[in-house]
Nanobody
Framework: QVQLVESGGGLVQAGGSLRLSCAAS????????MGWFRQAPGKEREFVAA????????YYADSVKGRFTISRETAKNTVYLQMNSLTPEDTAVYYC????????????????????WGQGTQVTVSS
């Protein structure tokens, strides 16, 4: 079992930045690929970014590419999402997720591929 707790959300003006953190506890953090998803009111939960077990491979949704950066610090059992140049369209609840992985370089982009989810953290971007 893996427990995930997100933090770092809040209210920011358009053009601003936030860094989300996801602290993991439980089973060995290094055996999991990690991802961030978001869900805006009235919309489906959508993929934002993913990172492989080793952290050597990352992948981003087109809507955030060039603005967001996912990273992980295995020694701290933490994954981060640095969000820059935020727009009101980025307003959503952001969720951290963990997927069991036997491959050092695999990342996942589909919700069903993830085994554990955090409770989410609200990000609101004002115009």
């Amino acid at each position: 079992q893996v427990q995930l707790v997100e933090s770092g959300g809040g209210l920011v003006q358009a053009g601003g930045s936030l860094r989300l953190s996801c602290a993991a506890s439980g089973r060995t953090f290094g055996n999991y690929a990690m991802g961030w998803f978001r869900q805006a009111p009235g919309k489906e939960r959508e993929f934002v970014a993913a990172i492989s077990w080793t952290g050597s491979r990352t992948y981003y949704a087109d809507s955030v590419k060039g603005r967001f950066t996912i990273s992980r610090e295995t020694a701290k059992n933490t994954v981060y999402l640095q969000m820059n140049s935020l727009t009101p369209e980025d307003t959503a609840v952001y969720y951290c997720a963990a997927a069991r992985s036997s491959n050092l370089y695999t990342y996942f982009t589909k919700k069903y591929e993830y085994d554990y989810w955090g409770q989410g953290t609200q990000v609101t971007v004002s115009s």
